[in-house]
């Protein structure tokens, strides 16, 4: 049973009542007429278990973008229902105007839509749908909650696909497709042109000039059909907040626009999500189901409290590649971890396949390090400073072991990425 504000007002009228004549027989005659009028009230409602609903949600939805739920009632009861639904959804879904006015006759339906606009990745579950039926005095009614499943997953939001259009336009020009060409070794040979000042002597196709009066070069195109696995650390160390998200959002990012990128291409991306057991995985994804399948897959990606198992890395990253490849560890540059992780397996991973290890670093460590007003800051600057120093050592030694590394803010990890992926095809060196 409901009672409704309505049935709270006569009440209130009613105490000054009780308190001034608490014996009299008006007061009796008051409290019964209120219950009376009540229990009619709820006696007449529409039983809201008398409701069938079903809930329509689309599938996914990309993080920050609008989306809905709608609820379709159909009403199988005798009575007319009026009334309030309420479509229940986690606070991350962002539902606040969740609760809709219904009033349906007999044998008719109605429709209430919830927007969602949700700020968090991950598979958000509905709850259950409450019904509140009131009676023609509304003083009081019925109310029951169902449970009607709703799943919506919630990908992620991909804001670093603003900058794929630069990257693919720097890809065309590698590719052959603009006027300039890529020489070099590790790429395919495309065609033959005219030597020009400044081509490389190691062009020259020697044959094809004997045959004809000028001297003749070939002209390049990188390789395609490459393989490129993306390796995202969702360890401890993905947890740790950098601004106002977790370092592995932006890894997302970049694995989001890094698979984009290579996918154009014409190369083969996979994706292995991992910390001490596979998370997720990406494989034998072509054309425009591989951008769906990380976007799937990523949108479940959470950090986990536990130390990366490096050496099971290094087994997955076997088991999957037998030839030579382009494996990117979206990680984090914390010197202790990497020296007692990473930086001992790091020699296995380099020397049959081309390293790229792409890191977020906190841009509070340069402000850190530059305010110095006080003697606290001052302590704070020494710290960030040392900080600084054994990263930046860290980086020399991965260096050392063939890897390549990029150090860049939250913002600036994705495009920076690109940028390198492209200088290692266009160096043919993947």
Known sequence: MAVTWRAVVLAALGLPVVLLVPATGTVLLWALLVAVA????VALAASPRQVAVRRDVP????LTEQSSSTLTLSHLGRRRLRGIVRDAWPPSTGAEANRHRLDV????GARARTVLVPTRRGDAHADRVTIRTLGPLRLAGRQASLTVPGRLRVLPEFASRRHLPSRLARLRELDGRAAVQVRGPGTEFDSLREYVIGDDVRSIDWRATARRSDVVVRTWRPERDRRVLIVLDTGRTSAVRVLDAPRL??????ALLLAALATKAGDRVELLVFDRKVRGRVASATGARVMAQFADTLALAQPALVETDWPGVVAQVRQRLSQRALVVLLTALDPAAVEQGLLGVAGQLTERH?????????????TLRASRDSAA?????AAAERVGLERAAVVVRLRQRGAEVVDALPDDLAPRL????LALKAAGRL
Do not use: H, N
């Open 38 to 41: 009540c229990a009619v009230d």
């Open 59 to 62: 599938a996914s939805v990309r």
């Open 105 to 108: 006759a007999p044998g008719e």
């Open 249 to 254: 959002d932006a890894s997302i990012e970049a």
């Open 354 to 366: 081309q390293v790229v290890l792409a890191s977020v670093s906190d841009p509070e460590v340069d």
């Open 377 to 381: 800051e001052v302590f704070d600057a």
């Open 418 to 421: 690109a940028d390198t992926y």
